[in-house]
């Protein structure tokens, strides 16, 4: 069976961008079709600035989360990254297998060590290190599939050329795996500013839809989302980032394989398009805010769910971190 791995950073509250890039397809389709682990990362929230009681936080509100968009544990792995020492294990012999310069070139790390640099205590060096991390996140589980945005398609493109290198090197342990971007909606920009990702971690929150707004704070920020200067409504990405970004949003709720160039037809002005984008997200996240509240007041169900998806993940894990362990020429432990 082909086995399906991702993950989701507990860097700020979930939003609009994560789950039309990743959840909601977690959820429909990879959790029914393969065997799939869905992991909250939370190393790699360590890799900024950070609040050691938020992202503790954060990682209980990501995986009641993921539970309440429907992830299903009796169909699927929902663990915690650092509840399972086998990524740390691997990430230490994939940096003995990527280079500094390959890490340099990943565009999330220049775009991150730029705005780290500015707050003054430096850059992590685990900033830099990241995207092995998250290969090692990948490569422990044998992944043939990694549902991710498109903003994660370098960081997967890492992770195949070291699994090959270190299958030439050292002999055959991983499996290449391959990025699965959705075919909408693979990158919703923020609204008040569409050239940028809609990106949790941000600090410039009234672009930004997060899964736990109330109705009215999610209408109000979609109407107030930029638009463009002409008044035709039409999908342009370049000429029209605002508009196409809501036509992308809209198609992506409708679902059913609708592309946002046909929505656009049906739509005579901005207004129109943006009280349907309101309505239709309210809709779309309706049930999950709901649920959300139902399993959050319920933290020993949560707590069981990540202790037996962690138990599930180290056993699937080690025995390929083992075998990478022998490979690469360190002596057996007796
Ligand atoms: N705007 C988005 N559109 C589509 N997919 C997105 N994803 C994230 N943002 C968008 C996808 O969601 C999954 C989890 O990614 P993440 O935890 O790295 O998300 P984030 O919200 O981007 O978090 P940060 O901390 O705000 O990230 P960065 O590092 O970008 O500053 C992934 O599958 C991702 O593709």
Redesign the pocket.
Known sequence: TTRIF????P??HL?L??Y???VRRWVDEDQHRADALFCVVDLHALTVAHDPARVRRLSRQAASLLLAAGLDPERCTVFVQSHVDEHTRLAYLLECTATDSEMRRMI?YKE?AARERGGGDGVRLSLLTYPVLMAADILAYGTDEV??????TQHVELTRDLARRFNERYGQVFTVPRATPPAV?????DLQDPAS??????AETSGIVYLLDEPDVVRRKIMRAVTDSGSVVAYDREAQPGVSNLLDVLAACWGGGVRPDEVAGRFGSYGALKKETADAVVELLRPVRERHAEISADPEYVDGVLAAGAERARQLARPRVDSAYRAIGLMPAL
């Open positions: 991702s993950g989701i950073k860097t700020g939003t961008g994560n039309l890039g990743a999330q991150k549902p991710v945005g498109d903003d994660q909606a693979a990158r919703v920009m990702k809609m990106g949790k971690s941000h």
